[in-house]
């Protein structure tokens, strides 16, 4: 790319060179002046528009790539379901911020074997939550924007929690974990990387009580 925008900037100035030569030698001065501005001042703005073709080019192969490399990890969750068992209105983790609503959910979830094949991993901590009417994040764009980080997350087998060491597991898993939601915000649902599944309702919050 670098040898490309060189050899386009050694052509541009040839061309600026040959015309403006050219146009004192078969012109009057000041159609000659007039004629090496206008050249300069096209050859100028056609640097910019190849200028910003390439950044956007290199940026839409970027991302590409980017989404490229995380789909090998997303695919795993695909077009999985979640099957919601508790959602309850908890008090406020630590990290607690003003204007959300805390909830315990207990779901379990599912991947879709036809995406995720018999024994594909996934990793529980990857999971976040997002407004059930939200985009998938663009593969350049901020993922952790308007997205819901899950708290004290565990897993539930023989209906004991247990702490995830690693994260990572197999199949479909019940979790526990708390999440705080804007108060705005009434359905969310999974994001897993790209993917985005399952669907859960929001209940009213618990009263404001003392803290």
Not at 99 to 105: I, K, N, Q
Not at 169 to 176: A, K, L, Q
Request: proline residues 9%; aromatic residues 10%; glycine residues 10%.
């Amino acid at each position: 790319m670098c040898a490309r925008a060189l050899y386009l900037l050694l052509a541009a100035l040839f061309v600026y060179s040959v015309v403006t030569i050219a146009a004192f030698v078969y012109l009057p001065w000041w159609q000659a002046v007039l004629v090496s501005w206008v050249t300069f001042l096209l050859l100028v703005l056609g640097g910019r528009w190849l200028v910003r073709y390439t950044v956007r080019t290199a940026v839409n192969r970027l991302g590409e790539v980017t989404r490229g490399l995380f789909d090998a990890d997303g695919r795993v969750l695909r077009g999985a379901t979640a099957d919601v068992h508790i959602v309850r209105p908890a008090p406020p983790a630590a990290i607690d911020r003003p204007g959300l609503r805390w909830y315990e959910v207990e779901v379990t979830i599912f991947p879709d074997s036809a995406n995720a094949g018999p024994a594909a991993r996934w990793d529980v901590k990857g999971l976040r939550l997002a407004p059930a009417d939200a985009a998938p994040p663009a593969p350049l764009g901020d993922r952790g924007s308007g997205e819901f980080e899950p708290h004290d997350l565990v897993l539930m087998e023989n209906g004991e929690p247990v702490i995830p060491v690693d994260g990572i597991v197999t199949g479909p898993r019940r979790v526990r974990f708390v999440v705080g939601v804007p108060r705005e915000v009434r359905d969310v649902q999974f994001r897993y990387y790209f993917e985005q599944f399952g669907h859960i309702g929001v209940p009213p919050a618990l009263p404001a009580g003392p803290r």
